[in-house]
C-alpha cells in the first residue's frame, strides 16, 4: 500500500508560480512511476508529467517547458513547479504513485486567475 498526500496549492495570478509537494508514505520501494494528474470543472482528469524509477520525465504538451516534475527520495517526495500559470490550468491537482496498484491523493486546488 502507498499513501499520498499533496500540498501547495493556492490561488495566483497568470503568469505566477506555484510548487506542489506529494508526500509518500508505505510501500515506497515498489514505486515505478510518478505522476501528476488534474481535472478542471466538468472536464476528465488528464496527465500532467510523470517521472520513472529512473529519473526521466515526459510532459503533456499544454506543460511542456512551464512546468517541472521532481524527486526527492530521501524524502520520500515528488514535486511539480509550476510556472507562468495560466487561466487553463486552474484544477484539482492530483499525484499517482504506480507500483503493483495505482494509488492516488486527495487532492490540491490550483486557481489561477487572469
Known amino acids: 500500500q502507498v499513501q499520498l498526500v499533496e500540498s501547495g496549492g493556492g490561488l495566483v495570478q497568470a503568469g505566477g508560480s506555484l510548487r506542489l509537494s506529494c508526500a509518500a508514505s508505505g510501500s515506497i520501494s515498489s514505486i515505478t512511476i510518478w505522476g501528476w494528474y488534474r481535472q478542471a470543472p466538468g472536464k476528465q482528469r488528464e496527465w500532467v508529467a510523470q517521472?520513472?524509477?529512473?529519473?526521466?520525465?515526459t510532459y503533456a504538451g499544454s506543460v511542456k517547458g512551464r512546468f517541472t516534475i521532481s524527486r526527492d527520495n530521501g524524502k520520500n517526495a515528488v514535486y511539480l513547479q509550476m510556472n507562468s500559470l495560466k487561466p487553463e490550468d486552474t484544477a484539482i491537482y492530483y499525484c499517482?504513485?504506480?507500483?503493483?496498484?495505482?494509488?492516488w491523493g486527495q487532492g490540491t486546488q490550483v486557481t489561477v486567475s487572469s
Open positions: 499517482n504513485a504506480v507500483s503493483r496498484g495505482a494509488y
Open positions: 517521472i520513472i524509477s529512473g529519473g526521466s520525465t
